[in-house]
């Protein structure tokens, strides 16, 4: 009996923490309306200091004295808050870490969930235009795994078994 509730016991553990949230609670409870970029854009100041919850794929990340800044462009998030793999888009958005974020990890390609607070606009040039960034600084960023699909295998050597594919293959007779 003992061992079945311990077992029980470790099981519920394990579901439970496969649920954790990747933005906590007190974060969550801060956000306020679904507030989008093309909102903060038109009026940043009515949304200054707000608390946003956005997500994206990084475009570009840059370690700078007083922190990380990190170009994502905006992704719809699904349920779970990871940006879905979708084209569409609201556009990009600038997030300031103040600690040091190392840039081989948050590198271009990678997904990630931001909460942060808007601290307004900052206008730089994108090609031969002048974008208007809506500016976060971060409060929890969730930088998001890699799919298993996106990983490449290289193979160097022809599969195992060895002498199956090799009687499979016609030109090495």
């Not at 794929?57 to 007083?66: F, S, T």
């Not at 905006?74 to 990871?82: A, G, M």
């Amino acid at each position: 009996m003992a061992k079945n509730l311990s077992i029980l016991v470790f099981l519920s553990l394990m579901i439970f923490s496969a649920c954790a949230p990747i933005i906590p609670q007190e974060l969550k409870r801060n956000i306020g309306e679904k507030v989008t970029i093309h909102e903060v854009v038109k009026n940043p100041d009515a949304y200054k200091g707000k608390m946003v919850l956005w997500g994206g794929e990084i475009l570009r990340a840059v370690n700078k004295k007083e922190g990380t800044m990190i170009e994502v462009l905006q992704l719809p998030l699904d349920r779970s808050n990871r940006p879905k793999d979708v084209d569409a888009s609201g556009g990009r958005f600038l997030v300031f870490h103040q600690d040091y974020l190392d840039v081989a990890i948050y590198r271009p390609g990678r997904e990630v969930t931001v909460a942060g607070k808007v601290q307004g606009i900052r206008k730089l040039p994108l090609g031969e235009i002048e974008y208007e960034y809506p500016l976060l600084k971060a409060e929890e960023i969730h930088l998001w795994k890699i799919k298993p699909e996106e990983i490449k295998v290289y193979h160097e050597y022809p599969p195992y078994p060895y002498w199956y594919s090799y009687w499979w293959c016609p030109y090495c007779w």
